[in-house]
């Protein structure tokens, strides 16, 4: 039969194995955040130029956009790149996002395919 301190010893074994398992499992999830953060540092910023981009009407800031164009009608204030289903990550004013692979958008952006977060 275990005494108190036997008992006291089990628990605190359990604790510190709990605890070693949950930074196991921590460490890597905040390994590919880092990772994430930083590889969209290292990646080119989409030029509102490009293309594609222009057939978006993508902006770095919607003050720009051009209100002759029918696309630009979709756009309605506080819709921006951040708060786009399409962006990924959730710091750092460029971002990569789904549409463009190895670019990043501006966070304030806004372009004509824009949808919310669910
Ligand atoms: S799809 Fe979304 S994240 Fe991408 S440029 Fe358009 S508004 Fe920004």
């Given at each position: ?92 004013d460029y971002r990569p996002y ?19 977060m669910t």
């Amino acid at each position: 039969m275990a005494n108190i301190e036997d008992t006291k010893i089990v628990n605190k074994n359990l604790t510190r194995r709990t605890l070693l398992k949950s930074i196991a499992v921590a460490l890597p999830a905040s390994a590919v955040i880092l990772q994430q953060d930083t590889m969209a540092d290292d990646l080119p910023k989409l030029d509102p130029s490009d293309p594609t981009a222009m057939a978006l009407v993508y902006v770095e800031d919607p003050a720009d956009l051009d209100k002759s164009n029918p696309a630009a009608a979709r756009y309605q204030a506080g819709q921006t790149c951040a708060n786009c289903i399409q962006i990924q990550g959730d710091s750092g004013d460029y971002r990569p996002y789904g549409i463009f692979p190895g670019k990043t958008v501006a966070a304030a952006g806004w372009c004509s395919v824009w949808a919310p977060m669910t």
